[in-house]
């Protein structure tokens, strides 16, 4: 009898594939890839999650008290009247010191010159090609050794500017009277006084300290005449105005009558010009007016010539000036300490301080141990100020070769700093000599306290005693 095939059972397709899952080959770039990735995503958070803590470098700096100023410039000036009628033209630089019987400025009655001039304006020969190549030079120079920083250079390179266009000017206009001849048109007028000599008026010209009132510092309603040059002027009009002397004063209007007396107190302040930083010492003296108002005349010996053009002058008063270790506000904390007797220190080995405190053995029987204390600070009498973790209220001091004893119990409020220097928290005393909003002055060098270039922590409340910085 034949075989018969189960019922069930179906032949196998000899074209049927089997598929078998390869074994898992390891790439060692791609296990480095990996190891690199966990470390980066770790450091990541770690570092989101840690506490960031922002040193600061103590260094030697000054706190100043200051208040800023609109001041007004009083001059002994003079205002000078033409000679005649007729076109007005100027040879000396606005600023400049002229002399007595020197050209001053010429009156041309006919108007010869001005037409010349206009003549050469409209055709365009007033400046030659060596005249704007000696502009050109001006600008190249300055282009090449400006700084950012340095911007009072801005200003004396528009003072040499203006200096050299009016050089240039003044040459072109003595070139067209020369041409012109002799012509009794033309009149030379010298100086009758040394001064430096200034290009406009205001009618603030003569005004005095003592008849200085509130309505002068109103710019609203101030207004200044250009003396500008090639004008037609009468005689009698003014043609120019000379500053005869360098001693010049600057009045300010005071808020108070505190800031008066502090300002009459000290005699003599430093006045910090905003226009250029330029800083000058001042006498003061004050006035009050029938208002109540109060008003500081500031007597200087110098720099009248670099602002004998401005009438009202920003300026910084700088009452004090104390010098020390300048460190943030923010960086100042409190924090209270026990008050040790200095009979109760003593000196252990390496230097360190310590006390010897009575306790109370597991017999009942009463010893002593020896404990280190990290002294904070000292008071007048002598005392010491101790960390409270090394000691206890209550605590029992004994001192050495000796039956006396103290309690610890009365605490003192310090104020320091957290010193970082060795990478944690470390308490700093410190003696705060002037503050303001932002930053203080304490006093270098103590036993206890700083000395410039320590790093102490920025923000002190970020931070607590003894904390490490890196954890």
Not at 93 to 109: I, M, P, Q, S, W
Not at 267 to 291: C, I
Not at 298 to 304: A, Q
Not at 400 to 429: D, H, M, P, W
Request: proline share 2%; net charge negative.
């Amino acid at each position: 009898m034949a075989n018969v095939p189960p019922k069930n059972r179906r032949k196998k397709p000899n074209n049927q594939i089997t598929y078998h899952r390869p074994p898992l080959n390891l790439n060692i770039g791609m296990v480095i890839f990996l190891v690199i990735l966990i470390y980066v995503v770790y450091s990541l958070v770690r570092y989101v999650t840690q506490k960031h803590v922002v040193g600061y470098e103590v260094r030697t700096g000054a706190l100043e008290s200051n208040e800023v100023y609109k001041g007004i410039a009083l001059r002994k000036e003079e205002v000078v009247g033409s000679k005649y009628s007729g076109h007005i033209n100027y040879y000396t630089r606005e600023g400049d010191r002229l002399a007595a019987n020197k050209l001053a400025y010429t009156v041309d009655e006919s108007g010869e010159v001005a037409q010349a001039i206009s003549q050469e304006e409209s055709d365009q020969t007033v400046f030659s090609s060596d005249d704007y190549a000696n502009i050109l030079t001006d600008v190249t120079e300055f282009s090449s050794e400006f700084k950012p920083g340095a911007f009072n250079s801005v200003y004396e390179f528009k003072t040499d500017l203006s200096s050299t266009v009016q050089k240039i000017t003044n040459n072109s206009i003595l070139s067209d009277i020369e041409r012109i001849g002799d012509d009794s048109s033309i009149h030379y007028c010298n100086s009758d006084n040394t001064g430096y000599i200034v290009y406009n008026t205001d009618g603030y010209e003569g005004l005095t300290f003592d008849a200085l009132t509130h309505a002068d510092f109103d710019e609203t309603n101030y207004q200044k005449s250009e003396l500008d040059n090639n004008r037609m002027v009468a005689e009698g009009d003014a043609a120019y105005k000379l500053e005869t002397a360098e001693d010049w004063d600057i009045a300010v209007e005071l808020k108070d009558d505190a800031t008066a007396r502090e300002l009459e107190d000290a005699g003599v302040v430093t006045v910090r010009f905003l226009k250029n930083q330029l800083e000058s010492y001042a006498t003061v003296t004050t006035k009050k007016d029938a208002d109540g108002r109060n008003y500081a005349n500031l007597s200087l010996t110098n720099s009248m010539m670099t602002f004998c053009t401005d009438r009202f002058l920003n300026i910084e008063i700088i009452t004090d000036n104390t010098k020390g270790l300048k460190i943030p506000v923010s960086s100042l904390v409190d924090d209270d300490f026990y008050v040790v007797p200095a009979d109760f220190v003593t000196e252990g080995t390496g230097g360190t301080e310590q006390v010897l405190r009575q306790m109370v053995n597991d017999a009942g029987e009463q010893t002593t141990e020896t404990v280190t204390v990290t002294p904070y600070g000292t008071a007048k009498d002598g005392s010491y100020y101790v960390d409270k973790d090394a000691l206890r209220d209550g605590d029992v001091l004994l001192k050495l070769n000796s039956t006396g004893t103290y309690t610890i119990g009365k605490t003192v409020s310090l104020q320091g700093v957290y010193n970082i220097n060795e990478g944690y928290a470390n308490f700093r005393q410190v003696s705060v000599v002037r503050q303001n909003d932002e930053y203080a002055i304490v006093q270098p060098d103590s036993m206890f306290g700083l000395r410039e270039y320590d790093y102490i922590v920025l923000d002190a409340a970020t931070m607590t005693p003894d904390e490490f910085i890196y954890e």
